[in-house]
């Protein structure tokens, strides 16, 4: 079984034991099916990034006003001062 | 079990139920997760407005897997409440967004109809991002010309979606030539008998074509790696610091961070984000992601749709929602529209070329003949 700790810690996930089995043991079934991709050669293709077969075009900036900073605050776990609030990052 | 939630005002017969990842104000939007839950949406999607601005009554909101995610290759496939809604006749229509195929495929089973529209058609702002370079929202509907009917009142360039086709309106109609349906001869004879045979049947009403789908077998593959890269990504935002769940127990601010997400998050949504990580890593990207986007090009490009207008497909092979993630890969991996529908067996999945929805109802009414 893989060991995935460095990519749960990655994911900021600290999964209690049974979960991390069963996580670990799906994940095992769905890497060892990625073999299948490995008698492809698709080193002469491009990555293909986006399926949408159209360039960017920028316009001018406008300003719109879908939400306000107050109905944004509203969504936050905890709020202070019209900041969201987080514990101490400084000692 | 509930599978809808009738939260809002009683809704007359033409109302149109939203999966909870799609926004509307002041409503709950959970997309099925508990780390949003409490989370109220502080705007209306794009389709929401869109239905109410062409009178349009809103029927509430469908429960739905944890964002949609469905990766672990063992588990039973979770009941789409979307479809229940719409097989059940709570509302004429449900709008979701079906990135792994739940939706299209239990349409199929349960007497109702799915449309995936070409991607870039639909606008997203507003609906819970799952994969971006995938997700589209789509219609569970009673029949297909009443879906498209609902499709065209929803579908057009929005500025508030980046990436869009420019065309401000779409019209969906009987195409006035013969379809030539495109049959993958190696897929159907991965279904089953009775599904095997209805593929057939449909296809005898058409004037029918081989289409070959070379990469078939590393479809759910290069789904899985690609999908698993966004959902890590989009499901980063998740923090517990701007919306959604705050663990009541943290001491320092990365403590908040983990408890939050390790509390809020579901297992297999979890796995997900592990799995994208992991194929992000230096030590994978080459070997996993670089090579999905690769092979997702030679999936794309191997299509011929000069040969055929649409290729028939079952809407299962077997049981295992693995398995069937192959079937409904094609149509994200190269953002094609797909509908899915009742036909014999387990049902039929037909996807066509990009913006060519009509050939889909066309084939579809045909075939009712």
Redesign the interface.
């Known amino acids: 079984m893989q060991d995935?700790r460095v990519?749960?810690a990655?994911?900021?996930?600290?999964?209690p034991e049974t979960?991390r089995r069963?996580?670990n043991a799906?994940?095992d079934?769905?890497i060892e099916?990625?073999a299948?991709?490995d008698g492809?050669d698709?080193?002469g293709?491009?990555?293909?990034?986006?399926?949408?077969d159209?360039q960017n075009v920028l316009r001018e900036d406008e300003v719109v006003r879908?939400?306000t900073r107050e109905?944004?605050l509203?969504?936050?776990?905890?709020q202070y001062d019209g900041y969201?609030q987080?514990?101490w990052?400084l000692e | 079990m509930d599978y809808y939630i009738t939260d809002y005002k009683a809704s007359g017969p033409g109302a149109v139920a939203l999966e909870s990842g799609i926004m509307r104000k002041n409503r709950p939007a959970a997309a099925g997760s508990g780390i949003l839950a409490n989370?109220?949406a502080?705007?209306d999607a794009a389709v929401v407005t869109r239905l109410l601005e062409n009178g349009v009554e809103i029927a509430g909101s469908t429960r739905m897997s944890e964002f949609g995610v469905c990766?672990?290759?063992?588990e039973p496939v979770p009941a789409s409440g979307a479809v229940r809604a719409v097989a059940d006749g709570a509302a004429a229509a449900a709008l979701c967004n079906d990135v792994f195929g739940l939706n299209r495929r239990q349409a199929a089973e349960n007497g109702v109809c799915y449309i995936h529209p070409t991607?870039?058609t639909v606008s997203r702002f507003g609906l819970i991002p799952l994969a971006c370079?995938m997700d589209q929202i789509g219609a569970v509907c009673r029949d297909l010309a009443d879906g498209f009917r609902l499709l065209s009142l929803i579908a057009g360039n929005d500025p508030?979606d980046g990436?869009?086709?420019?065309e401000k309106k779409y019209e969906y109609k009987r195409l006035d030539k013969k379809i030539r349906v495109g049959l993958p001869a190696g897929v159907v004879a991965m279904a089953d008998g009775a599904s095997r045979e209805s593929l057939r049947d449909f296809a005898a009403k058409f004037a029918a074509a081989d289409a070959e789908l070379p990469?078939f077998?590393?479809h759910?593959?290069?789904m899985?790696?690609l999908a698993c890269a966004e959902i890590?990504g989009n499901l980063?935002r998740y923090?517990?610091?701007?919306?959604?769940?705050?663990s009541p127990e943290?001491?320092?601010?990365n403590?908040?961070?983990?408890?939050s997400?390790?509390e809020g998050?579901g297992?297999?949504t979890?796995?997900a984000?592990?799995?994208g990580?992991?194929t992000l890593?230096r030590e994978e990207y080459v070997r996993?992601y670089?090579?999905?986007?690769?092979?997702?090009?030679?999936i794309?490009?191997s299509l011929r749709f000069g040969e055929y207008d649409v290729i028939a497909l079952p809407a299962a092979i077997g049981g295992s929602r693995?398995d069937n993630l192959a079937l409904y890969s094609l149509a994200p991996?190269?953002?094609l529209p797909s509908v899915s529908f009742p036909y014999g067996g387990s049902g039929i999945q037909l996807v066509a070329d990009v913006k060519n929805e009509s050939a889909l109802l066309t084939a579809w009414e045909v075939s009712r003949t």
């Open positions: 995935l990519y749960e990655l994911s900021k996930f600290d999964m979960e069963w996580v799906r994940a079934m769905l099916s990625f299948a991709l492809i698709a080193s293709a491009e990555p293909l990034v986006t399926v949408l159209i879908v939400v109905e944004l509203e969504a936050a776990p905890e969201f987080v514990p990052t | 989370f109220a502080p705007f990766i672990a290759p063992d991607y870039g370079s508030n990436a869009m086709f420019p990469y077998g590393a759910r593959q290069v899985t790696i890590s980063s923090d517990g610091v701007k919306f959604g769940y705050r943290y001491g320092s601010l403590e908040l961070y983990l408890k997400r390790t998050f297992a297999e979890k796995l984000v592990i799995m990580v992991m890593s996993r670089d090579k999905a986007m690769r092979i997702r090009r030679l794309r490009d693995y991996l190269a953002g």
